[in-house]
């Protein structure tokens, strides 16, 4: 079946909003939407009229392949496996997401555990906006996709810990027996989890240990977002933004400030929120919040 996720609208004729793509990957129940949420939460958007959010989140359940009739009935009896890549359509999360950089509206289905499929009744419409939080179990693990993001966080929460809370949740929140959550953790979430989720940390640009009760990393990530919104009504382009996403920080090395044109060429504005967020990454680093890799994987603007 083919489902027209978008309507080809944007912002306005005169200003096209291309947002800051963050990806937010981790385990499952690591507390990848329960980050969203606080993060969010504090930049007041949770309570907003969803047209007019300043800063959006989506998971990647919206991206589900549709299943075949045969896989229906496996995936009933917790034998289809949704944690493996396969699992996922692609090139439709690839699409949607350049669309969504491109600054149109888009709408998608929600995702219905209990069924096991999409619920194109539902559908979520995606309003063009100044960040979108885009997370899920395998955010990353696609080249085509990782190599959209502007910045990559990486929520790390002891596997003990995720199986106590997704036990709970699949229980009470996704209409499964104890059984079947133990069988399908043991059969597919578990080792699908170091074959192909835990191996993309290494593409984060920051990991967050202990997901959302690290509030010292939440905070220090709502600041940089609202810097970045600060200084987008300022300048009204993503240019400086991605001025300060390139910059090495230098946490390893004594961190010394690199990219001399990004603060010759931004406003003091830009350079003090660049000084502010590189001795307070030094800061958590040595304090353990919070682990930076130098961002060799971003995007040049
Ligand atoms: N810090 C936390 N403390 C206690 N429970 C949490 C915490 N973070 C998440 N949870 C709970 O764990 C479950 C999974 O969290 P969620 O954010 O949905 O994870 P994910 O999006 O990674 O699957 C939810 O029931 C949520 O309420
Ligand atoms: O029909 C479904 C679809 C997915 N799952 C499980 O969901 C998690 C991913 O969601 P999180 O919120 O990140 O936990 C994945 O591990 C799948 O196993 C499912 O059980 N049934």
């Known amino acids: 079946m ?9 912002a306005g004729k005169d200003e096209v909003k291309s947002p800051f793509l963050i990806g937010v990957a981790g385990g499952t129940a690591s507390g990848k ?16 009229d969803h047209t007019q959010r300043q800063v959006v ?8 392949r549709e299943l075949t009739a045969a896989e229906k009935l496996k995936a009933q009896k917790g034998l289809f ?3 493996h890549p396969d699992a996922f359509n692609e090139e439709l999360m690839f699409d949607t997401l350049q669309l969504i950089l491109k600054g149109h509206k888009v709408k998608i289905p929600s995702y219905d555990y209990r069924t096991n499929s999409l619920d194109f009744e539902n559908m979520l419409v995606i309003y063009p906006a100044d960040v ?17 993001f502007h910045m990559k966080l990486f929520v790390d929460t002891d596997s003990d810990t995720r199986l106590a809370r997704r ?9 499964r027996d104890l059984d079947a959550v133990l069988t399908q953790y043991m059969t597919f ?14 593409f984060a640009d920051v990991i967050i240990p202990r997901g959302a009760d690290n509030t010292v990393a939440i905070d220090l990530i709502v600041q940089h977002i609202r810097d970045f919104l600060n200084n987008r009504s300022c300048h009204g382009s993503t240019g400086n933004m991605a001025l300060y ?3 090495d920080l230098g946490v390893a090395d004594g961190g010394a400030l690199a990219g001399g044109d990004a603060v010759a060429s931004g406003s003091s504005n830009t350079y003090n929120a660049i000084r502010r967020f590189s001795t307070l990454c030094k800061e958590l680093t040595m304090k353990g919040n919070v682990f930076f890799e130098t961002n060799k994987n971003l995007p040049h603007h």
């Open 33 to 48: 939407s329960t980050v969203c949420k606080k993060i969010m939460e504090q930049l007041g958007q949770a309570e907003m």
């Open 189 to 202: 979430v578990k080792p699908a989890f170091e074959e192909f989720c835990s191996p993309t940390k290494k």
């Open 57 to 64: 989140a989506i998971s990647q359940d919206s991206f589900y």
């Open 167 to 175: 036990v709970p949740r699949d229980i009470n929140e996704r209409g």
């Open 2 to 10: 083919e489902h027209n996720l978008h309507n080809g609208d944007t």
């Open 132 to 148: 979108v939080l885009f997370e899920g179990i395998l955010v990353f693990y696609f080249p085509k996709i990782r190599d959209l």
């Open 81 to 83: 496996n949704f944690d």
């Open 245 to 247: 996403m390139n910059l």
